[in-house]
């Protein structure tokens, strides 16, 4: 009976003794905060744009972590440094108090964020990041999304992402549906929108990986007209959406291009490729023609399977594929994506094709 009533002693005299090692357990994170990282909580499905009820004081909320472990606030002290830019483009970071920001209507906002360990928290060392966001004020068009409901995206990696081109293809292009935040804005009532007539300016670019292509963009002409609904005529259109009641802002950073379709056509023809000439050095192929391009033509490609990859080799500029010196016999392939720009009156187009090579 003794040894019975001291075993039980014994036992909660070690679940006490461990019970401070078993909370202190817990907290399974590292003691240096610079095995830590910070994460803004206002990013929203993976994009940093933030909408706001408020123009002032608005707070951004971070959180520190180390994998899952989300650090206790009261172990760290938060500082918040905001970007801005001199007017010699130099920039510079200056505190803010209490980590709330004052902005207007709608601005892109950088900033720098501080974890420093707390004395006495048991915690040591610092973290921080550097963060950019587009903020906007709850009810300013700054921030939607103009999507048109018909025609074709103009996607050729010529464009800027920014930007979006459209082209009308055997009927009108829809009205588009302008959202904000997810939320379905009402014509008429939130917004209304013209379409500006304006031009195509392009500019050259020389590039030693991708070759030569144009990057557009759309200016307003001076003196052009104003349409209230959407043009038909070909040409091009900077489309500005204007707030209406409780909205504020205009937003004029679509553009609408109304365009002859690309009549490119690609054809990729088999090739073959002599083993003995191989063994002495590279040899370059022409498997694809091109014809009836609007623009500026680029090519990108890969290989099909691991050993196409190593063996085979596109030249950006004119498409000719080359067959590495000492390839092995077999049939190699790969898939190629041929790309034109377009020009002021023709739309871009891709087209993709596989390539065959044999090495015998």
């Known amino acids: 009976m003794k040894r019975k009533i001291f075993a039980v002693l014994l036992t909660a005299v070690m679940v006490l003794t461990l019970m401070p090692a078993m909370a202190f357990a817990d907290e399974s994170g590292p003691k240096d905060l610079s095995n830590y990282e910070i994460k803004c909580l206002d990013q929203k499905d993976g994009d940093w744009r933030i909408f706001t009820d408020t123009t002032e004081n608005i707070t951004l909320n971070f959180e520190v972590r180390h994998g899952d472990y989300v650090l206790p606030a009261d ?3 938060l500082k918040i440094e905001m970007e801005y830019w001199d007017d010699n483009d130099k920039q510079y970071f200056v505190p803010v108090e209490n980590g709330k920001i004052k902005l207007g209507e709608n601005g892109t906002l950088g900033v720098i964020a501080y974890a420093v360990a707390k004395e006495g928290s048991g915690y040591t060392g610092h973290t921080f990041k550097e963060c950019y966001f587009d903020l906007f004020y709850k009810y300013t068009i700054m921030g939607c999304n103009v999507d048109f409901q018909g025609g074709r995206i103009r996607t050729d990696i010529n464009t800027p992402m920014s930007e979006m081109y459209y082209f009308i293809e055997g009927s009108e292009i829809q009205d588009p549906v302008v959202r904000i935040d997810g939320q379905t ?8 929108i013209s379409y500006v007539e304006g031009y195509l300016n392009r500019v050259h670019v020389k590039d030693a990986e991708r070759g030569d292509f144009d990057v557009y963009w759309v200016l307003p002409k001076e003196g052009g007209m104003t349409y209230d609904s959407i043009p038909t005529e070909k040409g091009v259109y900077q489309c500005k959406v204007e707030a209406l009641g409780k909205y504020v802002g205009v937003y004029d950073q679509t553009n609408l291009q109304i365009c002859d379709e690309n009549k490119m056509k690609v054809t990729a023809s088999a090739k073959t490729v002599k083993y003995s000439k191989l063994k002495k050095k590279a040899q370059t192929v022409s ?14 490609g890969k290989g099909t399977d691991a050993k196409s990859k190593k063996a085979l080799k596109i030249n950006p500029k004119n498409g000719k594929v080359t067959v590495k010196k000492g390839t ?3 049939t ?7 790309s034109d720009s377009g020009d002021e009156t023709t739309n871009g187009k891709i087209v993709t094709k596989t390539i065959s090579i044999k090495v015998k």
């Open 328 to 330: 092995k016999k077999g």
């Open 287 to 300: 498997p694809l023609k091109v014809s009836n391009a609007a623009g500026y033509v680029t090519y990108t």
């Open 185 to 192: 804005l009402i014509a008429g009532t939130d917004y209304k």
């Open 332 to 338: 190699y392939k790969m898939k190629v994506t041929v």
């Open 75 to 77: 172990k760290y002290d």
